[in-house]
């Protein structure tokens, strides 16, 4: 894990939305759209759609995405990676 997606992970632990996470990292759209892919392909997130219920793509194309409308979480297997387990 690098250390922008652990600054990402550090804000994971409870369902965020796509723009709070923005806030609270200032990063620009592509550098948070590229780690977020980055985690949810290692299966360390969920991307969520109304807090509850994964999203599910064919292919996640950045330039596709509805991201404001995006929830993003922790996995498990994600949370051991991030706390060195």
């Not at 299966?43 to 409308?69: C, Q, S």
């Amino acid at each position: 894990m690098n250390e922008q997606e652990i600054d990402l992970m550090d804000e994971l632990y409870f369902v965020q939305s796509y723009k709070d996470i923005k806030n609270e990292l200032k990063w620009g759209d592509s550098v948070l759209q590229e780690n977020l892919l980055s985690l949810h392909q290692k299966e360390f997130i969920k991307i969520l759609v109304n807090h509850d219920e994964e999203y599910r793509a064919n292919t996640y194309n950045p330039h596709e995405m509805d991201w404001e409308g995006l929830y993003f979480l922790a996995t498990k297997k994600g949370l051991l990676e991030h706390n060195g387990f």
